[in-house]
């Protein structure tokens, strides 16, 4: 046997041996307090259409899945009705910890108390590793700004005060987007940077949104989820600050033709504001509005509502409830709402401002900042 003979078979050999090591298994090993015997879990990897893989039944507080993958897959868990939680992480190989646990927080007499909410963590393996730290970061961000808002609701600040919270909360939202968008863009070409691109939509704004979208891989961009959200980020577009909103015509509630450019041209400004009577929040929000009406319509601010009801006595009821005085519109297809859908509003209250000729000023504003907002314009 020659020298060559012996070093190639001893070469194949150690390639037999590194064959072995390599495994594209994976093991998912669960538990936490928030999980009780009998408790129904899924595993979701069809993000797109939402199709449980598989069904997973909690047996001794805890729960163990196994497989095989050879490239990372992003995928979530959640709770049977999807009241709890929503877990989402990377099926990639190796051992997957995920922990969900109640929260815990002092009540008002300072005992701890259980909270309604989750806390949910996933270690073990690289991308895991990597989501579960910038989860941590940006939670510490959220806490501080609910802390903010918190408050500001249950204290009576001077303008200045006011003013002066709403700036942190300003700073502390952009550094949540910094840290989302640095993560993306380190880790574009792979599927965590797909998983952020998809998961922080509302978080980043349209034009990066669009830079990382155009940075994945082609394979990426293909998927149904991109391309929807590249074609919204395109309409929206049309719909940023400083574009001219498009011309549109629809019934008030006696039924009357309005064209809104019309509507428009008769206020120095124009709060556009999309709401429905179904919708808790805009029934909340809806005493702020009316006071904005009553202090500033003399002034030149023009509030036209646009309703995403599909029932016309609703919406005539809940109108007349909360003492609404402007104009109202609707065409009375709730979410398929014409209007909505140009302007690319997806939830709701949403408020959209224009000026005296339709050029979009500002959007999304609620509160003490709309407020601020038509002050500062109609001083």
């Keep these: 046997m020659n020298k060559f003979f012996i070093t190639f078979i001893g070469l194949l050999m150690v390639s037999y041996v590194f064959a072995g090591c390599r495994s594209d298994k994976y093991r998912i090993e669960g538990s936490g307090s928030a999980l009780a015997d009998g408790d129904i879990l899924y595993l979701i990897t069809d993000i797109e259409n939402g199709v449980p893989q598989d069904t997973i039944i909690i047996k001794d ?24 939680f929503v877990l989402p992480f990377f099926i990639e190989p190796g051992t997957i910890k995920i922990e969900i646990s109640k929260e815990v927080q002092p009540n008002v007499s300072g005992s701890e108390t259980m909270d309604s909410r989750h806390i949910t963590k996933v270690s073990g393996t690289t991308m895991n590793n990597e989501w579960q730290t910038l989860s941590d970061s940006t939670s510490v961000l959220a806490r501080k700004i609910d802390q903010i ?29 910094g840290l989302v968008v640095d993560k993306a863009r380190e880790n574009i070409k792979n599927e965590f940077g797909y998983f952020l691109v998809v998961y922080y939509e509302d978080v980043i704004d349209p034009e990066t949104h669009l830079e990382l979208i155009n940075s994945l891989p082609e394979s990426i961009r293909q998927r149904s989820i991109i391309r929807a959200i590249r074609q919204r980020l395109e309409r929206e577009q049309a719909t940023a600050i400083g574009k001219k909103m498009a011309n549109f015509t629809m019934n008030d509630m006696a039924g009357k033709p309005r064209n809104i450019m019309s509507e428009i041209a008769k206020s120095k400004i124009t709060v556009i504001d999309f709401w429905a009577s179904w919708c808790g929040p805009c029934r909340q929000e809806m005493p702020n509005v009316v006071k904005l009406y009553d202090d500033y319509s003399s002034k030149g601010l023009g509030i036209i509502g646009i309703s995403l009801d599909k029932n016309k006595q609703d919406w005539e009821n809940s109108t007349k409830s909360l003492g609404i005085k402007w ?24 408020t959209i401002i224009v000026d005296h000729d339709g050029i979009i000023i500002a959007k999304g504003l609620r509160g003490n900042e709309l407020e601020t907002f038509v002050q500062s314009k109609l001083k």
């Excluded at 297809?333 to 690319?344: P, R």
């Design 61 to 84: 507080g805890k729960f163990e899945l196994e497989g095989q993958a050879d490239t990372a897959t992003f995928c979530i868990i959640q709770d049977q009705y999807r009241r709890k």
């Design 149 to 177: 808002v918190r408050f500001v609701y249950e204290n009576n600040l001077t303008k200045e005060e006011h003013d002066a919270q709403y700036e942190q909360i300003a700073k502390l939202r952009n550094d949540f987007k």
């Design 327 to 350: 104009l109202q519109l609707s065409d009375l297809e709730g979410w398929n709402n014409a209007a909505a859908k140009m302007m690319n509003v997806r939830s709701i209250p949403q």
